[in-house]
């Protein structure tokens, strides 16, 4: 395969909430390390998420003062930091809005060795976000001139960084955008046996403005675990299996 196999790795609410009040019920704080502990599991050398995730959960909403005077233009070629790192974190960024201050990031405890971060953008992004991304040592590839197109993003995440497995790890719109072009090859679930109930947060899998349009994907089970407390981790593929 010219592209990497594609784990969606996530935790949802009975009603495919991804994020909402039910994340801080006292029962879900045992799904959520049942949910770290799968993703160790798996041991794939690279896992991706979106801006907003990325935001949330890593820059903690740190925004950069970049001054663009005195940047020369930038040629838009993939930046290649570090190709032989032990693992990688993919941040989608299209437009350059993630105010990473290091180029790793420790994903669980802090005495893990950090995951490189690579930076997946549009070529609209500014020349003075390409030259914050060189000076921390950030590595980056471009995914499109003003959309992203995943099937030449993960064949390069192959391709220069060696990635054979990747953890797609959401939001619901990273997974979508993936889903949309048939990149998902499994989907293993956390099920939390609780209904959030909250018309409006995200799900699963959302389509953005960027998609055309969204078709419905058929998925065949590969296995179901029971976890304690009622909940259940599904492994589906999208391909069956004989
Ligand atoms: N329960 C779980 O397992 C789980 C896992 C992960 C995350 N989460 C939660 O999910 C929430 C965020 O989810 P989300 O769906 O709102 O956001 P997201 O998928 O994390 O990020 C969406 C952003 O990524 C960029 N993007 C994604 N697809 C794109 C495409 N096809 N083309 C161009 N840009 C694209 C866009 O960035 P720009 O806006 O910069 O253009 C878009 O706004 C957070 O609250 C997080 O905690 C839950």
Redesign the pocket.
Known sequence: MDRPYIIC????SLDGK??GDF?NEDRTAYFIQA?EEIDERYECKAWM??????E??FTQGNTLELKSEDILAIPRMDYVAQKTAKSYAVA????G?LGWTTNSISKVNDDQTGDHIIEVL?EQVPDAYLNHLRQLGISYIFGGKD??D?NLVVKKLKSVFSIDELLL?????????LLSQGLIDELSL?LVPIADGASKS?TLF?T?A??QNSQPVNFFLKSIEKLDDDGLWIRYLTKKSN
């Open positions: 790795h996530m935790l949802t991804i994020i994340l949910y998420c979106g801006r907003i995730t990325m949330e959960h989608v960024d299209p437009s809005k549009t959309k992203l995943f790890e959401g939001g619901g719109f990273v997974n979508g955008s956390i995200v959302e953005g960027y998609l």
